[in-house]
């Protein structure tokens, strides 16, 4: 294919994590505007939802320069960002974890997670003063919070309960009683760094904000969700819906990937809520209290000078050699995605196949590589799905491999180090990115990055059902509950001549560098101060 910094962020999923992959991290520039304004994203290119009875706009806030700045942060995530390496403890790799170090070691804070149930953390991150909170947790609670309420319920309600979320009540009571340890570990790092700022993160999380406000009123807070906002229709189904919000409605600023996810959420909040004198106006939540909780829509990105970075290292480029002879010859097709229900990958090998059926001179031409990060193999569907993507894999292959030739499709199982990752990219001639609903999707962002980096012509085939279609139409968008129209996209992605596609990734390269996450950072961290402020005022 300077500033002034502050702390940290990264995803918040166990597995992936335990897979040493971190993908969201935090930086800081001094230097911010007066007056500016976070970026709205273009619009989605599905079409617009039915009008509904509150309207949702968001009004980007002046931000004086103010607070936010200089004051360090105290990050609250399921899990801790170290790993204990061959040399001691280190930084889980992650490109943007790498580009973080220097920041975090200029300005300390804190950061609250799990500890994954390794024993003798460090008390810092390493090469820097920022200090690690570990959280412990029972065996019985990282059934009945990790694996059952924040897997099994949360992730699937939110992910328009693709599959069917499980509500079972000790899970509910296990994920309030941890949501409690992870607040009072926050409060204990907040009382030694009274000015900085607090920040949670993601769907495991969402009553830590209303648990840390009851005892700090005045303590900034921001939430960030990395996942999709549903329906008010499916968020109604949670039996705990009403105690979710007003866990959520604890922070100032409650931050999502698109403005359909926002708008989800002030029309569930609405509904929800209303009875018990909430009020939604524009892009607010006003509490009864008067207290003023701000939305934003803030498309999460990669580092992407890191990731071009990577594309045009030396050692990429050995390790491209090494890769090529493996598929010369033959057009390679790619997906890379945490072995996820949500990430359409049955429903692509489905398209592949459709598309083999269809065209028999592909058999021998072309190649489907599938890299597969485990994932969350504690969770029932997910072993189903393991099963039935192999099963499918191995269908194919029977069907469609030529005597003397190899196989069409390849499958790796397994995380690879970013490098190892950025060789894939750039050898890939089309990246399929086929989700029925994600968050974000920063797979398609990284390919994009390494395949303009080294002036490839690759081709992006993504879903219209991911927050990143919003911000890269110039993809070649489709909709993977429709099989067949995914197989006939793929072939259309493919005939494209290389100057469209050099067009298009030049386009989307050029959003993804100006919108990275370092930007997210700055923009979160400044809104955040700046809505406190305000929430002062409204009172
Ligand atoms: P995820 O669902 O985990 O994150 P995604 O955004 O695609 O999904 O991030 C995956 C990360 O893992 C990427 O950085 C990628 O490089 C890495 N990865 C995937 N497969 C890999 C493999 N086989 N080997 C090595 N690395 C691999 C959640 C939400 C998303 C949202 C992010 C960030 O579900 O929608 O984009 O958080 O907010």
Aim: hydrophobic share 40%; with cysteine; charged share 20%.
């Amino acid at each position: 294919m300077s500033g002034t910094p502050t702390a940290v962020l990264f995803d918040v999923d166990g597995t992936l994590v335990d897979s040493n992959y971190l993908h969201t991290v935090c930086w800081w520039e001094a230097f911010i505007q007066a007056g500016h304004d976070v970026p709205l994203p273009r619009e989605h290119p599905v079409p617009p939802p039915v009008a509904e009875p509150h309207t949702v706009r968001f009004t980007p806030m002046s931000t004086s320069v103010t607070d936010g700045l200089n004051r360090p942060v105290v990050a609250v995530a399921n899990r801790l960002p170290v790993q204990r390496g061959d040399d001691g403890w280190e930084l889980s790799p992650g490109g943007l974890v790498t580009a973080l170090r220097p920041v975090m070691s200029t300005h300390p804070g804190a950061w609250v997670g799990w500890d994954g149930g390794t024993k003798g953390m460090p008390p810092t991150l390493p090469d820097s003063g920022v200090r690690l909170v570990p959280v412990g947790l029972s065996a019985v609670q990282i059934r009945n919070y990790y694996h059952g309420f924040a897997n099994a319920t949360m992730w699937p309600l939110l992910h328009n309960a693709i599959e069917k979320p499980r509500f079972e009540r000790p899970w509910w009571y296990s994920y309030r009683d941890v949501n409690a340890i992870f607040a009072d570990r926050a409060l204990a790092a907040l009382d030694e760094r009274p000015d900085a700022i607090a920040w949670v993160h993601d769907y495991h999380l969402m009553l830590v904000p209303q648990l840390i406000r009851s005892r700090r009123a005045d303590q900034p807070i921001g939430f960030f969700l990395h996942v999709p906002w549903p329906s008010p229709d499916i968020f109604a189904r949670l039996p705990w819906r009403e105690q979710v919000l007003t866990g959520l409605l604890g922070a100032d600023l409650v931050a999502f990937h698109t403005d359909r996810y926002r708008g989800n959420f002030l029309r569930s909040c609405a509904r929800q809520l209303g009875d018990s004198g909430i009020e939604v106006r524009d892009s607010s939540v006003i509490l009864p209290d008067g207290r003023a909780v701000a939305t934003v829509t803030a498309p999460i990105s990669i580092d992407a000078a890191e990731f071009a970075e990577h594309a045009t290292d030396p050692g990429t480029s050995a390790r491209i050699e090494a890769l090529a002879g493996q598929f010369s010859g033959r057009t390679l097709l790619l997906g890379v995605d945490r072995l996820d229900y949500t990430k359409g990958i049955v429903e692509r090998l489905q398209a592949v196949e459709l598309l083999l059926e269809r065209n028999p001179e592909l058999r021998t031409s072309l190649a489907f590589l599938q890299i597969a990060v485990p994932s969350r193999d504690d969770v029932r569907e997910y072993r189903q799905l393991r099963d039935t993507v192999e099963r499918r894999i191995g269908r194919i292959n029977g069907l469609f491999t030529e005597p003397g030739n190899d196989v069409p499709v390849h499958y790796l199982y397994r995380g690879l180090p970013p490098r190892q990752l950025a060789a894939y990219y750039a050898l890939a001639d089309a990246l399929l990115v086929t989700p029925l609903i994600d968050g974000m999707n920063l797979v398609c962002k990284e390919y994009v990055t390494v395949q303009q980096a080294r002036g490839g012509s690759g081709v992006l085939v993504l879903s219209e059902f991911t927050g990143a279609a919003v911000e890269l139409p110039q993809a070649v968008l489709c909709n993977p509950f429709d099989v067949e129209g995914l197989s006939y996209r793929i072939e259309h992605a493919l005939r494209q001549p290389a100057e469209d596609r050099r067009k298009a990734l030049a386009a989307m390269a050029e959003h993804i560098r100006t919108h990275d996450v370092h930007r997210w950072v700055t923009d979160q961290l400044a809104e955040i101060a700046a809505r406190r402020d305000h929430a002062r005022f409204f009172r």
